[in-house]
């Protein structure tokens, strides 16, 4: 009988690595992840409308020249121009859904009750270097679909839910520039 006690804890450990066998991504393809979400970079950067118009502006900045986004607005931006563009530590505030290449959410700002309205608040530089590219590029108002290529992203970094090498789709609208910052 005290053989059998002290065998209990191997026992243990082999049924709980069993049961996360099913929870186990050491076989997911990342090479062909990569490549998809790389695809799909490509396919909007070069995607056209019926005019043969660019759908998607490609952005960079003076500060980061070899990462960019693309923006596509869906509002009147003659509209918004006069309006403030936040600085890298301005106070904006946004509303966002965040979703991957295949269409599957990933984050929004539905579930965040800054005054009561699903609004995220932050710092441009206090985000992903295409959110940081992106907020300083909008117009207080503007309403846009933003790519943001995985080098701009979180790169090969794995942050629950999103897998390493994914390029983040966000329909995001900024609401407000809560704090412009000199």
Not at 48 to 59: P, S
Not at 140 to 161: A, H, K, M
Request: aromatic letters at 10%.
């Amino acid at each position: 009988m005290k053989k059998f006690i002290y065998l209990l804890p191997v026992f243990a450990m082999l049924f709980t690595s069993c049961l996360d066998d099913d929870n186990d991504d050491s076989t997911f393809d990342y090479s062909t992840w990569r490549k998809l979400n790389d695809e799909y970079v490509t396919k909007m950067e070069n995607l056209t409308d019926d005019n043969g118009e660019k759908v998607y502006t490609k952005v960079t900045q003076d500060w980061a020249p070899k990462d960019f986004v693309l923006i596509k607005w869906h509002n009147d931006r003659t509209l918004t121009e006069k309006n403030l563009v936040p600085l890298s530590n301005s106070t904006v505030n946004i509303k966002y859904e965040m979703e991957d290449v295949e269409g599957k959410e990933l984050d929004n700002s539905y579930s965040l009750t800054v005054n009561g309205d699903s609004i995220y608040q932050s710092q441009p530089n206090q985000n992903i270097l295409g959110m940081w590219i992106a907020m300083t590029t909008l117009h207080e108002g503007d309403s846009v679909t933003l790519v943001i290529p995985s080098e701009s992203g979180y790169g090969l970094l794995e942050r629950d839910p999103v897998k390493p090498f994914s390029t983040l789709i966000y329909h995001m609208k900024l609401t407000k520039v809560v704090k412009y910052d000199k």
